[in-house]
C-alpha cells in the first residue's frame, strides 16, 4: 500500500527518475519526455519554416515579374528588378530553430569523427556542406578581421602597460 498523500506530480517525477536510471530511452517505452516535446516542436516549425520559404520564393518571384512588367507597360527601357527588389522577409525566428538545429547537429556529427584516429575533418568544410544558409565566406572574412582588432588591442595595451611601468615604450 502506498502513501495516499503523495502528489501525483510527485509521483510522475519518481518515473521520470526511474526511466532516466534504466538506461532505455522514454520514447521505447512510450512515455513522452518534455525535452521531447520541444524538439517536435522546433521540427515542427523547421518543416513550417521551410513551406514558408517556399511559398514565399514562388510569390517573390511572380512580384518581381509583376514589378518588370509594369516598369516595361510605363516605359522603362530596362527591367527595374535590375535596380529594385520587391520581397517578402523570410520567417526569421522559424529561420534561426533552423540554422540552431543545423549547427548543433553538424558540432554532434564533428565531434564523433573527431575521436576517430585517422579521420581529419575541416568543420568548415562541413559547415558550408550542411548549414548553405549562411554566408561561410563573409562569415570567415569577419572573424579572421575581428581577430586581427583583437591582437591590436592586446598589442596597443602591452605596449600602454609597458610605458606605464617604465615610463618610455620598450620597442
Do not use: C
Request: charged share 15%; proline share 6%.
Amino acid at each position: 500500500m502506498g502513501d495516499p498523500n503523495i502528489k501525483v506530480n510527485d509521483l510522475e517525477l519518481l518515473k521520470q527518475e526511474l526511466v532516466s536510471l534504466s538506461g532505455i530511452p522514454s520514447s521505447h517505452l512510450n512515455i513522452p519526455e518534455p525535452s521531447d516535446a520541444r524538439e517536435q516542436l522546433v521540427n515542427i516549425n523547421i518543416n513550417m519554416a521551410y513551406e514558408i520559404a517556399a511559398y514565399q520564393s514562388i510569390f517573390n518571384e511572380q512580384t518581381q515579374l509583376l514589378v518588370d512588367r509594369i516598369a516595361n507597360k510605363i516605359g522603362f527601357q530596362e527591367q527595374l528588378s535590375n535596380f529594385v527588389t520587391v520581397q517578402l522577409t523570410p520567417p526569421t525566428q522559424l529561420t534561426l530553430q533552423l540554422i540552431e538545429a543545423s549547427l548543433v547537429s553538424v558540432g554532434n556529427i564533428f565531434s564523433v569523427f573527431k575521436d576517430v584516429p585517422g579521420v581529419t575533418l575541416n568543420p568548415v568544410s562541413l559547415l558550408k556542406r550542411y548549414v548553405p544558409y549562411i554566408d561561410w565566406e563573409v562569415m570567415l572574412k569577419e572573424g579572421q578581421i575581428l581577430n586581427m582588432q583583437n591582437k591590436v588591442i592586446s598589442s596597443d595595451q602591452a605596449a600602454q602597460m609597458a610605458t606605464q611601468f617604465s615610463g618610455q615604450p620598450n620597442f
